[in-house]
T-cell receptor, first 112, second 114 residues
């Protein structure tokens, strides 16, 4: 039931791009994306609702393909501040419980 | 900036002790959550609440208990701590409506049971 994220880890140089995927075996109603830096609380990035939408947030954007039951997070022209672990949180309930199941995480490291 | 506070930030304590981890939020959020997270690993939901006097167990079985007597307060209690309870515990909250609001996380309590 836990979403699987890929890749598990990414190493980038500043300015490079990355894609992080989140796949579920269950139908998804929404996907949340969070970034957690070492020793800190997870920080909200964006929510995507069912309907196949794409959202953008500065140089970070995401897509949601409900047919494929997956979401992808796109990081373009990466900055040092993008380093951290990225988690997707999926809502699989028809009843809008706002109860998220978090993915396995993707560790991103950006070097100068 | 989210206003959700967890205390203590770190706790090292012996086996068998009763522990209460505090979580308070000043945003008036109806929904509150407790997650358990081992270092570098994913977050597992252990308890959640949709409002006062509402508590539910999460997906990961936990020997802890919670209470929600006031909207702003969602403490987690371990009656008798064991080394297997060593982990980080994160509290989060979100508004009751509309549906699908971001969860705001506290800084967590790192618990170590000797």
């Amino acid at each position: 039931q836990q979403p699987v994220q890929s890749p598990q880890a990414v190493i980038l140089r500043e300015g490079e791009d990355a894609v992080i995927n989140c796949s579920s075996s269950k139908a998804l109603y929404s996907v949340h994306w969070y970034r957690q830096k070492h020793g800190e609380a997870p920080v909200f990035l964006m929510i995507l609702l069912k309907g196949g939408e794409q959202k953008g947030h500065e140089k970070i954007s995401a897509s949601f393909n409900e047919k494929k039951q997956q979401s992808s997070l796109y990081l373009t022209a990466s900055q040092l501040s993008y380093s951290g672990t990225y988690f997707c949180g999926t809502e699989i309930s028809l009843y809008n419980t706002d109860k998220l199941i978090f993915g396995t995480g993707t560790r991103l490291q950006v070097f100068p | 900036e989210a206003d959700i506070y967890q205390t203590p930030r770190y706790l090292v304590i012996g086996t068998g002790k009763k522990i209460t981890l505090e979580c308070s939020q000043t945003m008036g959020h109806d929904k509150m959550y407790w997650y358990q997270q081992d270092p570098g690993m994913e977050l597992h939901l252990i308890h959640y609440s949709y409002g006062v006097n509402s508590t539910e167990k999460g997906d990961l079985s936990s020997e802890s208990t919670v209470s929600r007597i006031r909207t702003e307060h969602f403490p987690l209690t371990l009656e008798s701590a064991r080394p297997s309870h060593t982990s980080q515990y994160l509290c989060a909250s979100s508004p009751g409506s509309p549906w699908d609001q971001p969860q705001h996380f506290g800084d967590g309590t790192r618990l170590s049971i000797l």
